[in-house]
Nanobody, 118 residues
Framework: QVQLEESGGGLVQAGGSLRLSCAAS?????MGWFRQAPGKEREFVAH????????YYADSVKGRFTIARDNAKNTVYLQMNRLKPEDTAVYYC??????????????WGQGTQVTVSS
């Protein structure tokens, strides 16, 4: 069983930065960040491999967001720079036993709110 807990959300002005953290307990798997804005479906944001550190990003965040992991702390981060109002959403971290960013994610955190004001 894996438990995930996100933190680091908040209110920031457009152009600002936030760093989200996801602390995991249990086995280490590949990790992903997703987000869901009001009235919209949940969408993929970023993925990082269990080992090796390879990453994959949605086009909408490429070049602005960076996913990283500290395996010693079993924690995954999402550094978000040059934030835009359209980045406003609840952000979720998730873990996957698979290796692909588009695969199934079996475990999910409770989410953290990110609000970007214009």
């Amino acid at each position: 069983q894996v438990q995930l807990e996100e933190s680091g959300g908040g209110l920031v002005q457009a152009g600002g930065s936030l760093r989200l953290s996801c602390a995991a307990s249990g086995r280490r798997y590949a990790m992903g960040w997703f987000r869901q804005a009001p009235g919209k479906e949940r969408e993929f944001v970023a993925h990082i491999a269990r080992i090796g550190g390879s990453t994959y990003y949605a086009d909408s965040v490429k070049g602005r967001f960076t996913i990283a992991r500290d395996n010693a702390k079993n924690t995954v981060y999402l550094q978000m720079n040059r934030l835009k109002p359209e980045d406003t959403a609840v952000y979720y971290c998730a873990s996957s036993r698979g290796s692909s960013w588009y695969g199934e994610y079996e475990y999910w955190g409770q989410g953290t709110q990110v609000t970007v004001s214009s």
